[in-house]
């Protein structure tokens, strides 16, 4: 069965530092690009970063971009997201999901709906004072 699996959520003070991991399992990642998305009531879903297997290829939606990392690591079949200088609006349920394909990272791959091959739980970033 193919599973992601995403943790690290949690409650962080503006200002703050979070990070969050998505893990695959039953497949490796090496072959996917990976992208984190989030989503707070009442709000469409936001694509917030895009890592692909293209070396260093990598896509910020415009409201994480200076703040948000993504990074992975294949051996361990985990693609992080490091979020700092977080802000109340950054409040939402983080989802990542996986296709499979050689695209480089790019907006149409942020934007996209899918659909995709692998798609996580979620899990919550809370971000207040």
């Known amino acids: 069965q193919l599973q992601l699996v995403e943790s690290g959520g949690g409650l962080a003070q503006p200002g703050g530092s979070l990070s969050l991991s998505c893990t695959s399992s039953?497949?490796?990642?090496?072959?996917?690009?990976v992208i984190w998305f989030r989503q707070s009531p009442g709000k469409e879903r936001e694509g917030v970063s895009c890592?692909?297997?293209?070396?260093?290829?990598?896509f910020y939606g415009d409201s994480v971009t200076g703040r948000f990392i993504t990074s992975r690591d294949n051996a361990k079949n985990t693609v992080q997201l490091q979020m700092n200088d977080l802000k109340p609006e950054d409040t939402a349920i983080y989802y990542c999901?996986?296709?499979?394909?050689?695209?480089?990272?790019?907006?149409?791959?942020?934007?996209?709906?899918?659909?995709?091959?692998?798609w996580g739980q979620g899990t919550q970033v809370t971000v207040s004072s």
């Open positions: 890592s692909s297997i293209r070396p260093g290829s990598r």
């Open positions: 039953g497949f490796t990642l090496d072959e996917y690009a």
């Open positions: 999901a996986a296709l499979k394909t050689d695209f480089y990272c790019s907006d149409y791959l942020l934007k996209s709906s899918g659909p995709f091959d692998v």
